[in-house]
């Protein structure tokens, strides 16, 4: 049923490994995870990790995962976002999970789940706000919630902190009947933001600040995208998490581990209302941290807002928007995802290791092509008549096969692939010297032609006209081999060529603004020499332009104009470094 590359392994993990638990005791009728972002921002890199997690684990234990909006604050959050992250999550799960993934009905807030199809939508978070109101008046009831009038601050001061016991509001020993009262007048909208909030009535003495009567409700006038106008109260996350989870029939929780602190609160909540049993638990694993990003989406923002970046889809973000548009394919960042790992230990995760990834992605999968970055005229004085070679479209594909490319009097070749004053090493072009060209014949420099300024602009060659494949001289060894592109044939397209973001691997080290450590080298656009064949690409398609880079064209593409993303050059430093240790 699966797509993956046979490179990627079924992990085993700590959290897996309790799932299988739980299934060999038939703990659960099955398994359900849910990957549950807040719609305020595009999903990032870090988010690949957790889909790929709770989408794996409902797809290796016969279970299904849910997509859910976790939707509890009105104005951060945007429809906008709803769609794209929808999008995203179904781009990377796509030949993989898709079996697994769970949706509901358009306006159904029952959870009832159904595959996704025509009239369907994830679910939300805000769907249960009637439900978690009714359960917050279940706490009310029995004594176990409270409205308070304390400011924000003095609920601050009061809570204390893990070393300073917190001491109790004055509003804490409220009646039952006045905070029933009370409550349903914030719900009425009957108090400014601010004025009042319902708290959990725990334990304000806990080593553990969260159950320190944890906030429940707050008052905000605010319009939700998806509720519409009708609340002016809104539940906190740690009171609306679990509760959806226990909603939606959801087995296991997963989070990062900045979270196993609210654990307890979590536990609290469900074991103080009357929820069906059995109840869903909260697990933690540390959280992908990668160098040259930064990670969070509030982060991710300014970068756009400020327009440091040209949006959340600019192919330098480590947005999945980001990485989709710069041509990295879903196989390769599940196979990163998968790869780095579940563990209990904050880490950094080199960039390399996902470059790495891409690069096997794409190696096995790229149309291989001929095109030139910056190119330099080369001149065969000796060809009597344009030659039809024949060119490899994928040497990890057989099946792939060859296409014929036009080899004539004028071509060009990489700028860089001539030297004039050139160290011995140098086996590329120099005066006097000889390379193959690739798939075609050897040339040997007679003659370099400057302009008045003294720059090269033309190299007068001979080809050895026997080198060629099935001529005499073929097998005939020169040090080097180059790309090269016919002048007569070749299109141009813009090539956008791209490099990490920021000059430092952890941009924020020492509490430093990431901002000041942009690269302002990121991004440099040329006007490439392509052979006509890339005319026909195509946005699904992979492309290595020989010697140089992978690339994928651009949504900025249209007919006549191409536009490329270099996805990645072919150099490896990880597979080097993997091959010392
Ligand atoms: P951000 O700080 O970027 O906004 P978040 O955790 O607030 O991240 P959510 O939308 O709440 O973003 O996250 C959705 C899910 O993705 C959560 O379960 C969260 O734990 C997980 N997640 C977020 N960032 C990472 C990360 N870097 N690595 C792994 N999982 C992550
Ligand atoms: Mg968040």
Not at 39 to 65: D, M, Q, T, W
Not at 146 to 171: H, I, M, N, W
Request: contains cysteine.
């Amino acid at each position: 049923m699966s797509n993956e590359p046979a490179a990627t392994p079924t992990p085993s993990d700590f959290i897996r490994d309790i799932v299988a638990q739980h299934v060999a005791d038939g703990k659960y009728a099955g398994i359900v995870t849910r990957f549950p972002p807040e719609p305020n921002g595009y999903l990032h890199i870090g988010h690949a990790k957790s889909i790929c997690l709770n989408f794996g684990i409902a797809r290796e234990f016969g279970g299904v995962c849910h997509l859910r909006m976790d939707d509890t604050n009105p104005t951060k959050e945007e429809v906008e976002y709803v769609d794209s992250i929808t999008d995203d999550v179904r781009w990377l799960i796509s030949g993989w999970a898709d079996h697994v993934l769970r949706y509901k009905r358009v306006g159904d807030t029952t959870a009832q789940r159904v595959e996704p199809g025509e009239g369907t939508e994830p679910f939300y978070a805000s769907d249960y706000f009637q439900q978690l109101h009714d359960y917050a008046v279940a706490l009310i009831k029995a004594g176990k919630a409270y409205v308070c009038d304390l400011t924000p601050a003095q609920t601050d001061e009061y809570r204390g902190s893990p070393d300073k016991p917190g001491r109790p509001s004055p509003f804490r020993e409220r009646s039952i009947e006045e905070n029933i009262a009370l409550f349903a007048r914030m719900k009425a909208g009957e108090f400014p933001d601010g004025a009042r909030t319902l708290r959990a009535r725990i334990d304000m003495t806990s080593p553990n600040v969260w159950l320190r009567d944890p906030l429940l409700y707050r008052i905000r006038h605010a319009a939700h995208h998806h509720a519409g106008d009708a609340w002016c109260i809104y539940p906190l996350y740690d009171y609306a998490h679990c509760l959806s989870d226990s909603i939606e029939g959801i087995s296991h929780s997963v989070c990062t581990l900045e979270f196993d602190v609210h654990r307890a609160l979590y536990d609290w909540i469900l074991e103080n209302l009357p929820v069906p049993q059995p109840r869903p638990h909260q697990y933690e694993f540390a959280r992908l941290n990668l160098t040259y990003t930064v990670m969070s989406k509030r982060k991710l923002m300014q970068l756009v807002k400020e327009g440091l970046v040209s949006g959340w889809d600019d192919p330098r973000m480590f947005t999945i928007r980001g990485l989709r548009r710069r041509g990295v394919t879903p196989e390769a960042l599940r196979a990163f995802a998968i790869g780095v790992g579940v563990t209990k230990f904050n880490s950094l995760t080199e960039v390399a290791v996902l470059e790495h990834a891409i690069r096997e992605d794409l190696n096995q999968r790229a149309l291989r092509r001929l095109g030139v970055l910056r190119p330099l005229k080369v001149v065969i004085t000796n060809l009597p008549a344009p030659v039809t070679c024949q060119a490899t479209n994928n040497p990890s594909d057989e099946t792939a096969g060859t296409r014929d490319v036009a080899f004539t009097r004028e071509l060009w070749i990489e700028r860089e692939d001539f030297m004039e004053d050139a160290p011995p090493k140098f086996f590329r072009l120099k005066p006097g010297g000889e390379v193959r060209l690739k798939y075609a014949f050897i040339i040997k420099c007679d003659e370099v032609v400057k302009d008045a300024a003294g720059e090269v602009v033309e190299l007068r060659c001979t080809a050895d006209l026997d080198s060629k494949s099935g001529g005499p001289n073929a097998g005939r060894k020169v040090k080097g081999t180059i790309h090269w592109v016919s002048a007569e044939h070749a299109i141009d397209a813009e090539v956008r060529l791209y490099d990490r973001l920021f000059t430092e691997a952890d941009p924020e080290e020492d509490g430093r603004d990431f901002k000041t450590v942009i690269n302002p080298h990121s991004l440099e656009v040329v006007t490439a020499k392509v052979e006509p064949s890339l005319a026909d690409a195509k946005p699904a398609e992979r492309y290595q332009f020989e010697r140089l880079a992978y690339f994928a064209l651009d949504k900025d593409s249209q007919p006549g104009r191409l536009v490329f993303n270099r996805t990645i050059t072919l150099k490896d430093a990880w597979a080097k470094e993997a091959k010392k240790v």
